[in-house]
């Protein structure tokens, strides 16, 4: 199956920090997409991407499709305790999949 | 509103068990998916539903059936559960085919003994 390799695979950090996150493959996709999930919960939305080079924020979290249609970023600027949690990339292709990254834990600290 | 809902929330079930995890969504969206999630696999595809009617092979659907009942209903059937589908297993929709987000349920975590 189609992988996207995702990074770093944990954080810690202090509250008031930038976090930065990417998610790589060897595939092409045409939409990317970043979800949080909280503990005991289903992953929820934050950015949805859907061309190559764009460049789209929510909030304090910016995410961007690479150019190359092969990778993705994820930025939140001045981080907050609830920040705390999973970050996924996501990535579609033609057959109706969406493919998982491994996640990117991430803690801060007050 | 409800969105995507999920039951059991937890089940333990013994090796050779079968049990049918649930999932309806509300809202009117054609396509539906399982996914598995295992520490540091990511959430992995089992089966998805293009569109009521039909039924497609994910990643990983060793082990695993799926029925969709209607538009608002897709199950997963595990005919005879092994320790290594022990998971949290989560539903999801989107309007369509793969080309906008999926919503998800809260997951189901299933422990096989």
């Known amino acids: 199956g189609q992988q996207l390799n995702q990074s770093p695979q944990s954080m810690f950090i202090q509250e008031g920090e930038d976090v930065s996150m990417n998610c790589t493959s060897s595939s092409i996709f045409n939409t990317w997409l970043w979800y949080k999930q909280d503990p005991g919960e289903g992953p929820v939305l934050l950015i949805a991407?859907?061309?190559?080079?764009e460049l789209t924020s929510n909030g304090r979290l910016t995410a961007q499709f690479g150019i190359t249609r092969k990778d993705s970023f994820l930025n939140i600027s001045a981080s907050i305790p609830s920040d705390v949690g999973i970050y996924f990339c996501?990535?579609?292709?033609?057959?109706?999949?969406?493919?998982f990254g491994t996640g990117t834990s991430l803690t801060v600290i007050p | 509103n409800a969105g995507v809902t999920q039951t059991p929330k937890f089940q333990v079930l013994k090796t050779g068990q079968s049990m049918t995890l649930q999932c309806a969504q509300d809202m009117n969206h054609n396509s539906m998916y399982w996914y598995r999630q295992d520490p540091g696999m990511g959430l992995r595809l089992i089966y998805y539903s293009a569109s009521e009617g039909t039924t497609d092979k994910g990643e990983v659907p060793n082990g695993y059936n799926v029925s969709r009942l209607n538009k608002r209903e897709f199950s997963l059937r595990l005919e005879s559960a092994a320790p290594s589908q022990t998971s949290v297993y989560f539903c999801?929709?989107?309007?369509?085919?793969?080309?906008?987000?999926?919503?998800f349920g809260q997951g189901t975590r299933l422990t096989v003994v």
């Open positions: 991407l859907y061309k190559a080079g």
């Open positions: 999801a929709s989107s309007i369509s085919p793969g080309v906008t987000e999926a919503f």
């Open positions: 996501a990535a579609y292709n033609t057959g109706n999949q969406f493919y």
